[in-house]
């Protein structure tokens, strides 16, 4: 072998290895993004956690003051009978003691041992009578005022509960309110790039393209905005979450995926991704879940899974909330130019992001 040929191989060995590296290093890096989390993407996650535990904890104190309540009514309720009961056995055996002759009295009064026995053992049942009616209203005075001091303490821990849920609520809006800015910053600086992709839309809107990790052809779509609109997280996450499983379902109405939107906004909320960003995509990708692979796999966004091949998942809500927190994790919190050239390779992209915009508006 020359020695032109020995280095032309040792040149193709090192080429082979470069490129080995090269694609080594493209599949590793998506992975460790997919399980890392940025500071402001945790935090975001965090307040919900606060927010939720707060609440699940406040709903607990309400659940054992209710129980206190109910039982403190019985005792209020039973208190007077049992003040009856002990006043008349009192004012027995008062009587029965007034009345009644001492121990030689009795002993000299009877005719025989079983007589007096009698009146001994008469004595002493009414004398346990009154023991236990007095025993029973002093219980219940008792447990009457230890219920009292638990529900007031259970009133002032609830109170500093619900504050702490109300301050972690507030954390939990200024933080998604933060994010909604940035995103918003983001979408500012890509806004060249997202009207020309709504404009290559356009000039292409009567055909159709097929987005890369889908069967489905999907038509071309043009919004009526290159960006997408803010998304209010100022009002809280009970009035968000109902605003927002109401209009997701009402766009998913008919579909496979039909009755998802409350995943779709819980998800959302806790991760401060817009909550019309997964279902359109599941639009783009599946119409809808209409068209997923395998046919059962009840995943409609196309996403693939490692190793090949896509992801399967028992039910589209656990779909829809796993694929809401991946696009947090590793797309952002809204649709931008960026992120569906990631999201779909630079091949369609202008479509598919024009695509998902207009499914978007349509929320």
């Not at 049992?82 to 002993?107: C, F, W």
């Not at 931008?336 to 695509?355: E, F, L």
Request: charge should be negative; hydrophobic fraction near 35%; proline fraction near 3%.
């Amino acid at each position: 072998m020359s020695k032109q040929t020995t280095h032309t191989n040792g040149f193709m060995r090192t080429i082979y290895a470069c490129l080995v590296m090269a694609l080594a290093l493209t599949f590793v890096i998506p992975a460790h993004a997919d399980t890392q989390l940025d500071t402001a993407q945790n935090e975001l996650e965090l307040t919900a956690q606060s927010y939720k535990e707060a609440q699940d904890k406040y709903s607990q104190i309400q659940s054992e003051i209710a129980s206190n309540e109910k039982r403190l009514k019985e005792l209020q309720d039973q208190l007077p009978q049992l003040q009856e009961n002990a006043g008349r056995v009192i004012h027995q055996a008062y009587k029965m003691g007034k009345d009644t002759p001492n121990l030689l009295s009795i002993i000299l009064s009877s005719d025989n041992l079983s007589d007096f026995l009698s009146t001994m053992h008469q004595m002493q049942i009414m004398q346990n009578k009154y023991m236990q009616s007095i025993k029973d209203l002093n219980d219940a005075q008792a447990e009457l005022m230890q219920k009292s001091e638990e529900l007031s303490k259970k009133k002032d821990e609830a109170s500093q509960t619900l504050q702490q849920a109300e301050n972690a609520l507030a954390a939990a809006i200024d933080a998604r309110v933060a994010a909604q800015k940035a995103a918003d910053e983001k979408i500012q600086s890509e806004k060249a790039e997202a009207q020309a992709a709504v404009e290559a839309a356009r000039e292409a809107s009567s055909s159709t393209f097929t987005p890369a990790n889908s069967e489905a052809s999907t038509p071309v779509e043009v919004p009526k905005s290159a960006t997408t609109g803010p998304v209010d997280w100022s009002i809280g996450r009970d009035a968000f979450i109902s605003t927002w499983t109401s209009r997701i379902n009402a766009y998913l109405s008919g579909s496979p995926m039909a009755g998802t939107g409350r995943a779709f906004a819980e998800a959302a909320w806790d991760t401060g991704v817009d909550p019309r960003w997964s279902p359109a995509i599941a639009t783009a990708e599946s119409s809808k879940g209409y068209y997923v692979p395998y046919g059962n796999s009840n995943n409609a966004w196309g996403w693939t899974a490692r190793g090949g091949g896509f992801r399967r998942f028992s039910s589209f809500e656990e779909g829809a909330r796993a694929h809401v927190h991946y696009l947090a994790n590793m797309y952002g919190t809204t649709h931008t130019p960026s992120a569906a050239r990631i999201y779909v390779g630079s091949g369609n992209w202008s479509y598919w992001y024009s695509s998902v915009l207009a499914q978007m508006e349509s929320m």
